[in-house]
């Protein structure tokens, strides 16, 4: 069982930074992936990063090269840090965690979900 609390999230302009955390809790001995999903208003969750045990990371196209993944804390956290930040990454960002060693995109495969947090980018 994972209880998962991210923070970090607000409003930045465009072309700015931003950094999110996701704090991890309860069974942390076990191997899991962490990855962050998000939701924009009229739109199905995407995928947008996650990251192995083992600390091997994928990023969805739309991120690639603005976005890094990392985990802190003895892999209990995982730190998204956003730059260039664009319009429409405009969204709700949800961590979230599975038991296993190896990364999923899938939003069915991911059994633990953080509340979510509001991230606005003005243009």
């Known amino acids: 069982q994972l209880q998962l609390a991210e923070s970090g999230g607000g409003l930045v302009q465009a072309g700015g930074s931003q950094r999110l955390h996701c704090a991890a809790s309860?069974?942390?001995?076990?191997?899991?992936?962490m990855a962050w999903f998000r939701q924009a208003p009229g739109r199905e969750r995407e995928f947008v990063t996650g990251?192995?045990?083992?600390?091997?990371?994928q990023y969805a196209d739309s991120v690639k090269g603005r976005f890094t993944i990392s985990r802190g804390n003895g892999r209990n956290t995982a730190i998204l840090q956003m730059d260039n930040l664009k319009p429409e990454d405009t969204a709700v960002y949800y961590c979230?965690?599975?038991?296993?060693?190896?990364?999923?995109?899938?939003?069915?495969?991911?059994?633990?979900w953080g509340q979510g947090t509001q991230v606005t980018v003005s243009s």
């Open positions: 309860g069974r942390t001995s076990v191997a899991y992936v």
């Open positions: 979230a965690a599975t038991y296993g060693v190896g990364w999923a995109s899938a939003t069915q495969t991911y059994d633990y």
């Open positions: 990251i192995s045990w083992g600390g091997n990371a």
